[in-house]
């Protein structure tokens, strides 16, 4: 079986500066797949080549079997297959939560208005959002804005999607509003690549736990495995500060 | 995929029906006549030569002598009145067919332009205010003296400079000359003789101080070497005219009367009443040229500044290179070069001739649109960058991103800049005044030209564009308000 997500020997450089160097990783259909490691390890960056939102300087990507790196493969429609949640959530500020989570699925032609709407609040419904569907983002809390991210990024209807830490930005008591729509979404079966530093979500959602540091993967394996018996000196380092506060 | 085109062939609908209304207007004058035409020049100011009369039309003694040469040796003509200097070398660059504006016949003029025949003795005369107490030219040492640019007159002046010892400033028209001289800016004013004493005549305060000196006659020019048919006819109707009577009578008419007979009552002058409701076509004609060039400027301008700004931000080094270069050269060029270099300069470049009102519209649009490009590249830089990260990330390609996505956020941030664009691209309009178009502030010049108002004239001019303003305010407010709520 082809891996969903395949990767071989990435690097990345800005300038002088590797920040990925050289990264071999695959992904399974319906795997949660979770990244930990120090700030500036590169699994940011990583994550975001996955969508080429970063242009990777040497490597190939491949997507259910399709080169990205390939000059004539169509980015959009590969990207209209993985749907990525921010930091920073991005909502549209001059649209309606509603139109935020409609403008692609009818601006790409894969819905009509009203089958995109109902798919919309068929989404905030799952959610728990179905209250706000004319609320415009900036009425939104943070944790209700990052819901509403992740519900966009559903109504294309991906079979992956990549989350970059998605509760970095959230006030403490809205973390785990979002983390359980994300749990949900596991449940079902998507696949799932999210950069997190919610060490208790690590332990439960993923399937695999992945430590970068320094541009590299250190460490790879079951949550088990990496937490309770990490190899890597830099990983046992990382995660004696992390859980041990 | 209609409707994703429609703005795009909408706004490319307008531009084509308004360039074409640009140059339909221009082209129809002549369309239905089989008998040459011809693009004639003149002064704005020049009594009693040149001077607008009732309902803004031509008159004075170029003009009718032009007139009664063209009935008789059947050509069309469109006259195009504009600064003497302006006009003598928009004929160079082949703008104008000819100029007919007073023109002193000099050696100098001669290698560039081919005369017809002399049909005006005159002479270069000095005039200062009566309260001056200067009686000679000896006294104006160490002071300023007023000339007009490119005349013969101001080069007169120029070569007896040495020999008396003054300063010289230069105008574009006879008119603001006078008044400079008038109200005691300058100590003299240097003009020819005919054309001084008819503006004394009519109540210019100004005292002769000299004889009629350095003696020339005037002619009618073209640009050396061209329009050879046109000289011709103009020397054959010349004759025809001195021979039966009608040139002595046309002199006569002039000499023999005050301005105020061809142009209104001069009662009317002394009150802003008074002075609107006899020029009231004229400033209603100055009021719609300023706000065609006003609202067909911004729309072009926008148009090209939107494009322009746009290419700032996408991600393209040769498209960056290409928006900055734009906005460098056209912002930083003054809107007078600019005009100037479009009307004069790019004609005798490339020999096809540019309607005023079209330079004057492609000078805005690149000037104004300059402006606007630097503050709509601003605004979509300013849109933070996640938001068209997500947006491609959701698989919407870059132009739609930038059209639902970044444009609707940026150009909200850009409504106040708009707005400020759209009062200084009306305001800038009046420096095309200068290229010959009789916008609101021409119509200004033109009118005091006749009747020395200054103050009145000046003021209700003022109060016109005040007026203007405020009613592109309330438009921009309302539109504001709509896009605020959408």
Redesign the interface.
């Known amino acids: 079986m082809v891996a969903k997500v395949s990767v071989t020997d990435l690097h990345k450089s800005y300038g002088d500066n590797e920040v990925l160097k050289g990264i071999n990783l695959a992904v399974e259909a319906n795997e949660v797949v979770v990244m930990i490691g120090p700030s500036g390890s590169g699994k940011s960056t990583f994550l975001r080549t996955l ?1 080429k ?1 970063e242009e990777p300087t040497t490597g190939s990507i491949a997507i259910d079997g399709i080169d990205l790196t390939a000059k004539d493969t169509n980015l ?2 590969v ?2 297959n ?3 949640v ?1 930091q ?1 959530f ?5 649209l309606t939560v509603l139109e935020n989570i409609t ?2 699925p009818i ?2 032609g894969k819905l009509s208005k009203a089958e995109a709407q109902e798919l919309g609040l068929k989404l905030l419904d799952r959610v728990g959002l179905a209250d706000k569907a004319t609320a415009k983002p900036t009425q939104l809390s943070g944790g209700q804005k990052q819901r509403v ?1 992740i519900a ?2 559903l109504a ?1 209807q991906p079979s992956i999607m990549l989350f970059d830490e998605p509760t970095s930005a959230l006030d403490p008591e809205m973390v785990g509003e979002v983390l359980k729509v994300m749990r949900d979404l596991a449940e079902d079966g998507m696949t799932m690549i999210v950069v997190t530093h919610e060490m208790g979500f690590a332990k439960q959602v993923a399937d695999r736990v992945v430590f970068f540091a320094d541009g590299y993967i250190r460490e790879e394996g079951t949550p088990e495995q990496v937490f309770n018996n990490p190899q890597d000196p830099r990983a046992q380092d990382f995660l004696n500060k992390v859980l041990n506060v | 995929m209609m409707k994703k085109h429609t703005w795009l062939k909408a706004s490319w609908l307008m531009v084509t029906m308004l360039l074409g209304l640009i140059v339909f207007n221009t082209t129809t004058a002549h369309a239905d006549t089989k008998e040459p035409h011809y693009v004639i020049t003149t002064d704005t100011t020049f009594a009693p030569f040149e001077f607008q009369g009732q309902n803004g039309k031509y008159v004075g003694i170029d003009m009718d002598m032009l007139s009664a040469i063209a009935k008789k040796e059947h050509f069309t003509y469109k006259l195009v009145p504009i600064a003497f200097n302006s006009g003598a070398q928009g004929v160079l660059s082949g703008q104008f067919d000819a100029i007919i504006a007073g023109m002193t016949i000099t050696p100098e003029r001669q290698q560039v332009y081919d005369f017809g025949t002399p049909y005006y003795k005159t002479g270069i005369i000095a005039a200062v205010s009566p309260k001056s107490g200067i009686t000679d030219l000896n006294q104006l040492r160490g002071k300023t003296v007023a000339l007009k640019t490119g005349t013969g007159s101001a080069q007169y002046a120029v070569s007896i400079q040495k020999k008396y010892g003054f300063k010289v400033t230069y105008f574009n028209d006879s008119n603001t000359m006078y008044n400079a001289v008038a109200l005691g800016n300058a100590a003299a004013a240097f003009e020819d003789d005919p054309v001084m004493k008819y503006a004394i005549k009519n109540g210019v305060k100004l005292k002769i101080i000299t004889q009629p000196a350095n003696g020339g006659e005037y002619g009618f020019a073209v640009k050396k070497g061209q329009n050879k048919e046109l000289l011709a006819k103009f020397n054959a109707g010349y004759a025809a005219i001195k021979k039966d009577g009608t040139y002595d009578k046309i002199v006569a008419k002039y000499l023999g009367s005050n301005e105020a007979k061809f142009s209104g009552d001069a009662k009317e002058n002394n009150s802003i009443i008074g002075l609107l409701k006899q020029n009231k076509n004229q400033f209603i004609s100055g009021m719609i040229k300023t706000l065609q060039l006003t609202i067909f400027g911004i729309v072009f301008a926008t148009i090209f500044g939107v494009l322009i700004g746009v290419l700032a931000v996408v991600p393209n080094k040769f498209a960056h290179g290409f928006s900055s270069t734009v906005i460098y050269i056209f912002r930083g060029l003054p809107l007078l070069v600019l005009a100037f270099f479009i009307y004069i300069g790019l004609p005798s470049l490339t020999g096809t001739k540019i309607p005023a009102i079209a330079a004057g519209l492609i000078t805005l649009t690149l000037n104004e649109g300059a402006y606007i490009a630097a503050f709509v590249a601003g605004g979509l830089k300013h849109v933070d960058a996640g938001q068209m990260e997500a947006a491609r990330s959701l698989g919407l390609p870059y132009w739609k991103a930038m059209r639902k996505v970044i444009m609707p956020q940026g150009i909200k941030l850009m409504i106040p800049s708009f707005v400020n664009q759209f009062i200084i691209t009306l305001k800038d309009t009046s420096i095309l005044s200068a290229i010959g178009i009789i916008e609101l502030t021409q119509t200004g010049t033109v009118i005091i030209s006749r009747n020395m108002q200054g103050f009145r004239v000046w003021f209700i001019v003022a109060m016109m564009y005040l007026i203007i303003i405020t009613l592109l305010t309330f438009l921009a407010k309302w539109a504001d308000k709509k896009f605020a709520s959408k």
Request: proline share 4%; no cysteine.
């Open positions: 969508n939102l959009n429609k990207r209209e993985i749907g990525m921010f920073h991005n909502l549209f500020p001059h403008l692609a601006e790409l991210a966009r990024a294309m």
